[in-house]
Protein backbone atom coordinates (compact mmCIF):
# COMPACT_ATOMS: atom_id res chain seq x y z
CA UNK A 1 0.00 0.00 0.00
CA UNK A 2 1.25 2.98 -1.27
CA UNK A 3 0.78 6.00 1.76
CA UNK A 4 1.84 9.83 1.33
CA UNK A 5 2.03 12.62 3.23
CA UNK A 6 1.28 16.07 2.14
CA UNK A 7 1.80 19.36 3.50
CA UNK A 8 2.66 22.61 2.67
CA UNK A 9 4.67 25.21 4.37
CA UNK A 10 6.51 28.69 4.37
CA UNK A 11 8.59 27.83 7.30
CA UNK A 12 12.26 25.89 7.27
CA UNK A 13 11.59 22.12 8.18
CA UNK A 14 10.06 22.14 11.49
CA UNK A 15 10.08 19.27 14.28
CA UNK A 16 6.70 17.86 12.74
CA UNK A 17 8.36 17.87 9.45
CA UNK A 18 11.69 16.52 10.12
CA UNK A 19 9.77 13.39 12.19
CA UNK A 20 7.36 12.52 9.00
CA UNK A 21 9.88 12.42 7.10
CA UNK A 22 11.79 9.96 8.65
CA UNK A 23 8.93 7.68 8.53
CA UNK A 24 9.70 4.32 6.59
CA UNK A 25 6.15 3.70 5.72
CA UNK A 26 5.16 6.69 4.60
CA UNK A 27 6.25 8.84 1.60
CA UNK A 28 6.27 13.10 2.73
CA UNK A 29 5.13 15.69 -0.35
CA UNK A 30 6.13 19.16 0.72
CA UNK A 31 4.47 22.01 -1.39
CA UNK A 32 6.44 24.95 -1.41
CA UNK A 33 5.38 28.87 -1.32
CA UNK A 34 7.17 31.75 -2.46
CA UNK A 35 7.95 32.71 1.34
CA UNK A 36 9.31 29.24 1.53
CA UNK A 37 13.12 29.20 1.92
CA UNK A 38 14.80 28.50 -1.42
CA UNK A 39 17.33 25.88 0.45
CA UNK A 40 14.43 23.82 1.66
CA UNK A 41 15.81 19.85 1.91
CA UNK A 42 14.33 16.75 3.05
CA UNK A 43 16.00 13.48 3.61
CA UNK A 44 14.25 11.15 1.79
CA UNK A 45 10.52 13.08 1.12
CA UNK A 46 9.80 15.46 -2.11
CA UNK A 47 10.20 19.00 -1.87
CA UNK A 48 7.79 20.85 -5.07
CA UNK A 49 9.30 24.26 -5.49
CA UNK A 50 6.84 26.83 -6.80
CA UNK A 51 8.73 26.42 -10.56
CA UNK A 52 7.68 22.92 -10.70
CA UNK A 53 4.37 24.10 -9.61
CA UNK A 54 3.77 25.96 -12.24
CA UNK A 55 5.37 23.57 -15.16
CA UNK A 56 2.74 20.91 -13.34
CA UNK A 57 -0.10 22.96 -14.29
CA UNK A 58 0.14 26.59 -14.48
CA UNK A 59 -3.31 27.42 -15.23
CA UNK A 60 -4.29 25.38 -11.92
CA UNK A 61 -1.20 27.38 -10.39
CA UNK A 62 -3.11 30.85 -11.42
CA UNK A 63 -6.01 30.06 -10.28
CA UNK A 64 -5.15 29.13 -6.66
CA UNK A 65 -2.85 31.98 -6.49
CA UNK A 66 0.37 32.08 -4.06
CA UNK A 67 0.86 32.94 -0.52
CA UNK A 68 -1.80 31.00 0.85
CA UNK A 69 -2.75 27.34 2.30
CA UNK A 70 -4.44 26.27 -0.62
CA UNK A 71 -1.24 25.72 -2.60
CA UNK A 72 -1.54 21.89 -0.75
CA UNK A 73 -3.69 21.17 -3.42
CA UNK A 74 -0.92 20.55 -5.58
CA UNK A 75 0.70 17.77 -3.29
CA UNK A 76 -3.04 15.90 -3.41
CA UNK A 77 -1.99 15.60 -7.32
CA UNK A 78 1.64 14.53 -6.45
CA UNK A 79 -0.03 11.86 -4.21
CA UNK A 80 -2.38 10.92 -6.79
CA UNK A 81 0.78 10.88 -9.25
CA UNK A 82 3.02 8.51 -6.72
CA UNK A 83 -0.31 5.97 -7.07
CA UNK A 84 -1.13 6.82 -3.33
CA UNK A 85 -3.86 4.29 -1.81
CA UNK A 86 -4.44 7.14 1.06
CA UNK A 87 -3.25 10.41 1.51
CA UNK A 88 -2.55 12.15 5.21
CA UNK A 89 -2.73 15.54 4.95
CA UNK A 90 -1.33 17.60 7.52
CA UNK A 91 -0.13 20.96 9.33
CA UNK A 92 3.83 21.88 9.70
CA UNK A 93 3.13 22.31 13.26
CA UNK A 94 1.26 18.91 13.93
CA UNK A 95 3.78 17.16 15.94
CA UNK A 96 3.48 13.22 15.87
CA UNK A 97 2.32 11.22 19.04
CA UNK A 98 3.74 7.92 19.15
CA UNK A 99 1.55 5.52 16.94
CA UNK A 100 0.49 8.28 14.27
CA UNK A 101 -0.85 6.70 11.32
CA UNK A 102 -0.54 3.29 12.59
CA UNK A 103 -3.70 1.32 12.46
CA UNK A 104 -6.14 3.31 10.58
CA UNK A 105 -9.57 2.67 10.23
CA UNK A 106 -9.70 3.63 6.46
CA UNK A 107 -11.91 1.48 4.51
CA UNK A 108 -12.56 -0.50 7.19
CA UNK A 109 -15.96 -1.40 9.28
CA UNK A 110 -15.08 0.24 12.70
CA UNK A 111 -17.00 0.59 15.84
CA UNK A 112 -17.81 3.99 17.01
CA UNK A 113 -19.32 6.17 19.53
CA UNK A 114 -22.43 7.27 17.01
CA UNK A 115 -24.21 10.75 18.05
CA UNK A 116 -27.48 10.44 16.33
CA UNK A 117 -28.92 14.43 17.04
CA UNK A 118 -31.43 15.48 14.16
CA UNK A 119 -29.46 18.47 13.82
CA UNK A 120 -28.31 19.06 10.06
CA UNK A 121 -24.71 19.13 11.04
CA UNK A 122 -22.29 17.48 14.11
CA UNK A 123 -19.56 19.34 16.06
CA UNK A 124 -17.05 16.24 17.41
CA UNK A 125 -15.16 18.59 19.54
CA UNK A 126 -18.38 18.64 21.73
CA UNK A 127 -18.80 15.52 22.32
CA UNK A 128 -15.36 15.13 23.77
CA UNK A 129 -14.42 16.60 27.28
CA UNK A 130 -13.93 19.76 26.17
CA UNK A 131 -17.68 20.36 25.29
CA UNK A 132 -17.12 24.24 25.71
CA UNK A 133 -15.36 23.99 22.37
CA UNK A 134 -16.21 23.85 18.74
CA UNK A 135 -14.51 22.43 15.41
CA UNK A 136 -13.72 24.94 13.25
CA UNK A 137 -16.56 25.60 10.74
CA UNK A 138 -19.50 24.14 12.99
CA UNK A 139 -22.53 26.57 11.98
CA UNK A 140 -22.34 28.80 14.69
CA UNK A 141 -26.72 29.57 14.98
CA UNK A 142 -26.62 25.96 16.17
CA UNK A 143 -23.82 26.30 18.81
CA UNK A 144 -26.32 26.64 21.69
CA UNK A 145 -28.60 23.23 20.19
CA UNK A 146 -25.78 20.57 20.60
CA UNK A 147 -27.13 17.89 22.06
CA UNK A 148 -24.98 14.83 23.05
CA UNK A 149 -28.14 12.44 25.03
CA UNK A 150 -28.56 10.08 21.75
CA UNK A 151 -25.15 7.85 21.60
CA UNK A 152 -25.14 4.78 20.78
CA UNK A 153 -22.34 2.13 19.70
CA UNK A 154 -22.76 1.91 15.53
CA UNK A 155 -20.33 0.35 12.89
CA UNK A 156 -19.41 2.59 9.78
CA UNK A 157 -16.91 1.72 7.29
CA UNK A 158 -15.06 4.60 7.55
CA UNK A 159 -14.11 6.74 4.01
CA UNK A 160 -11.89 9.80 6.24
CA UNK A 161 -10.27 8.98 9.54
CA UNK A 162 -9.73 12.73 10.66
CA UNK A 163 -7.77 12.89 13.94
CA UNK A 164 -8.22 14.51 16.98
CA UNK A 165 -4.64 17.24 18.07
CA UNK A 166 -3.93 17.82 21.64
CA UNK A 167 -2.36 21.00 22.68
CA UNK A 168 -3.94 24.09 20.32
CA UNK A 169 -7.04 22.22 18.69
CA UNK A 170 -8.46 23.17 15.07
CA UNK A 171 -11.33 25.75 16.79
CA UNK A 172 -12.58 29.07 15.05
CA UNK A 173 -11.08 32.14 15.95
CA UNK A 174 -14.51 33.00 17.96
CA UNK A 175 -13.78 30.42 20.29
CA UNK A 176 -9.69 30.65 20.43
CA UNK A 177 -10.40 34.54 21.51
CA UNK A 178 -12.93 33.26 24.21
CA UNK A 179 -11.07 30.15 25.54
CA UNK A 180 -7.34 30.00 24.24
CA UNK A 181 -7.42 26.67 25.06
CA UNK A 182 -4.50 24.17 25.89
CA UNK A 183 -6.57 20.69 25.17
CA UNK A 184 -5.69 17.06 26.50
CA UNK A 185 -8.53 15.05 24.35
CA UNK A 186 -10.01 12.29 26.71
CA UNK A 187 -8.57 8.85 24.28
CA UNK A 188 -11.73 6.51 25.70
CA UNK A 189 -13.87 8.70 24.08
CA UNK A 190 -13.17 7.95 20.70
CA UNK A 191 -13.51 6.92 17.50
CA UNK A 192 -17.26 9.06 16.95
CA UNK A 193 -19.15 9.93 14.39
CA UNK A 194 -22.76 12.13 13.80
CA UNK A 195 -25.10 11.61 11.89
CA UNK A 196 -25.27 15.25 10.45
CA UNK A 197 -22.91 16.44 7.97
CA UNK A 198 -19.51 17.31 10.44
CA UNK A 199 -16.60 19.41 10.00
CA UNK A 200 -12.95 17.90 9.55
CA UNK A 201 -9.76 19.71 8.37
CA UNK A 202 -6.65 19.31 6.40
CA UNK A 203 -4.44 18.99 8.95
CA UNK A 204 -3.85 15.47 10.54
CA UNK A 205 -6.49 13.97 8.50
CA UNK A 206 -6.65 10.64 6.38
CA UNK A 207 -8.50 10.32 3.18
CA UNK A 208 -8.62 7.27 0.60
CA UNK A 209 -7.03 7.97 -2.28
CA UNK A 210 -10.15 6.90 -4.27
CA UNK A 211 -11.48 10.35 -2.96
CA UNK A 212 -8.79 12.76 -4.33
CA UNK A 213 -10.46 13.87 -6.94
CA UNK A 214 -13.40 14.95 -5.23
CA UNK A 215 -11.62 16.66 -2.61
CA UNK A 216 -9.93 19.81 -3.03
CA UNK A 217 -9.21 22.51 -0.96
CA UNK A 218 -10.45 25.90 -2.51
CA UNK A 219 -9.09 28.89 -2.96
CA UNK A 220 -10.61 32.50 -2.22
CA UNK A 221 -13.25 31.13 0.56
CA UNK A 222 -10.48 32.17 3.60
CA UNK A 223 -10.24 29.94 6.15
CA UNK A 224 -13.78 27.47 4.74
CA UNK A 225 -11.14 26.05 2.27
CA UNK A 226 -10.36 22.53 3.60
CA UNK A 227 -14.38 22.82 5.81
CA UNK A 228 -16.31 23.21 2.64
CA UNK A 229 -14.10 20.46 1.10
CA UNK A 230 -15.05 18.17 3.93
CA UNK A 231 -19.21 19.35 3.45
CA UNK A 232 -18.37 18.62 -0.21
CA UNK A 233 -17.07 15.31 0.12
CA UNK A 234 -19.59 13.94 2.86
CA UNK A 235 -22.33 15.00 0.35
CA UNK A 236 -21.21 12.74 -2.17
CA UNK A 237 -21.19 10.15 0.68
CA UNK A 238 -18.20 10.09 2.23
CA UNK A 239 -18.31 8.60 5.93
CA UNK A 240 -15.82 10.37 8.43
CA UNK A 241 -14.60 9.00 11.77
CA UNK A 242 -12.70 11.16 14.38
CA UNK A 243 -9.84 9.01 15.66
CA UNK A 244 -8.14 10.11 19.28
CA UNK A 245 -5.59 12.43 19.67
CA UNK A 246 -2.58 11.67 17.44
CA UNK A 247 -0.32 14.59 16.80
CA UNK A 248 0.51 17.58 19.69
CA UNK A 249 -0.16 21.01 18.12
CA UNK A 250 2.49 23.82 18.50
CA UNK A 251 0.12 26.17 16.59
CA UNK A 252 2.25 28.90 14.22
CA UNK A 253 1.72 32.24 15.30
CA UNK A 254 -1.72 33.72 13.85
CA UNK A 255 -3.44 37.05 13.97
CA UNK A 256 -6.77 35.90 15.34
CA UNK A 257 -8.53 38.97 14.17
CA UNK A 258 -7.25 38.42 10.16
CA UNK A 259 -8.48 34.62 10.90
CA UNK A 260 -12.17 35.76 12.34
CA UNK A 261 -11.81 37.80 8.86
CA UNK A 262 -11.09 34.68 6.73
CA UNK A 263 -13.69 32.52 8.49
CA UNK A 264 -16.56 35.15 8.13
CA UNK A 265 -17.94 34.01 5.27
CA UNK A 266 -18.35 30.34 6.91
CA UNK A 267 -20.07 32.28 10.27
CA UNK A 268 -22.71 33.65 7.57
CA UNK A 269 -23.08 30.77 4.99
CA UNK A 270 -22.43 26.93 6.86
CA UNK A 271 -25.68 26.40 8.43
CA UNK A 272 -27.42 26.86 4.93
CA UNK A 273 -24.92 25.39 3.15
CA UNK A 274 -25.01 21.64 5.50
CA UNK A 275 -28.97 22.15 5.11
CA UNK A 276 -28.70 22.76 0.98
CA UNK A 277 -26.01 19.92 0.43
CA UNK A 278 -28.37 17.16 2.25
CA UNK A 279 -29.05 15.52 -1.31
CA UNK A 280 -27.65 17.96 -3.61
CA UNK A 281 -23.85 18.08 -3.29
CA UNK A 282 -23.70 20.59 -5.88
CA UNK A 283 -25.39 23.19 -4.01
CA UNK A 284 -21.70 24.45 -2.89
CA UNK A 285 -21.13 25.94 -6.51
CA UNK A 286 -23.50 28.47 -5.68
CA UNK A 287 -21.74 29.39 -2.24
CA UNK A 288 -17.98 29.49 -4.14
CA UNK A 289 -16.67 32.62 -6.10
CA UNK A 290 -16.38 31.66 -9.92
CA UNK A 291 -12.65 31.69 -9.74
CA UNK A 292 -12.59 29.06 -7.19
CA UNK A 293 -14.72 27.28 -8.99
CA UNK A 294 -12.49 27.22 -11.87
CA UNK A 295 -9.51 26.07 -9.53
CA UNK A 296 -11.23 23.10 -8.95
CA UNK A 297 -12.42 22.13 -12.73
CA UNK A 298 -8.49 22.39 -13.79
CA UNK A 299 -8.07 20.19 -10.59
CA UNK A 300 -10.26 17.79 -11.75
CA UNK A 301 -8.88 17.42 -15.35
CA UNK A 302 -6.04 15.70 -13.87
CA UNK A 303 -8.55 12.89 -12.56
CA UNK A 304 -10.62 12.63 -16.13
CA UNK A 305 -9.35 8.92 -16.70
CA UNK A 306 -11.16 7.98 -13.68
Not at 74 to 100: C, K, S, T, Y
Not at 120 to 147: E, I, K, M, S
Request: with cysteine.
Amino acid sequence: MRKVIVTTTINPPTEAIIRYDSMEDWSLVVIGDLKTPKDYKLKKGVYVSPEEQEAYDKELSDAIGWNCIQRRSFGLLWARDLGADLVAVIDDDNIPLPGWGENLMLGREVSVNYYADQSPAFDPVGATNHPHLWHRGFPLPLLAQRDYTDVSTRRITCDVQADFWNGDPDIDAICRMEHAPECDFNSELFPLAGQGISPFNSQNTFVSGRFLKDYFLFPHVGRMDDIWASFYLQALGAKVVYGKPSVYQERNVHDLVKDMKQEYLGYENNLRLVQELEGDPKALFKYLPERSQKAFQLYRRHFKDE
